[in-house]
């Protein structure tokens, strides 16, 4: 199903040694506990901040709710998405 497609990872979001904003974000916001969901969710929201670069928070809940998180309140995961968004829409802080 993939065949001829284009697959981006989450080690794939890293230019030149250089993070993501939305990797940066997690490290920056405190949104990194276990690791288990975090490639789930940076590349939940790679797609979501790329078609909604102006996001609300409930619009980033939403866009998250099918990645499950046992260490937070999810809390901080939202608070670094929008940080990211941010980033993104200003070009600050790495790639768009």
Known sequence: MADGGE???IEGLEKDGKLHPI??????NHALQCGFCTPGMIMTLYD???RNP?????EVRRAIEG??????????IVKAALWAAERMRTGSGGEE
């Open 7 to 9: 697959i981006i990872t």
């Open 48 to 50: 979501f901040l790329r």
């Open 54 to 58: 102006r996001p609300t928070e409930e």
């Open 23 to 28: 990797q940066e974000a997690f490290w920056e």
């Open 67 to 76: 990645n499950l998180c046992r260490c937070t309140g999810y809390q901080n």
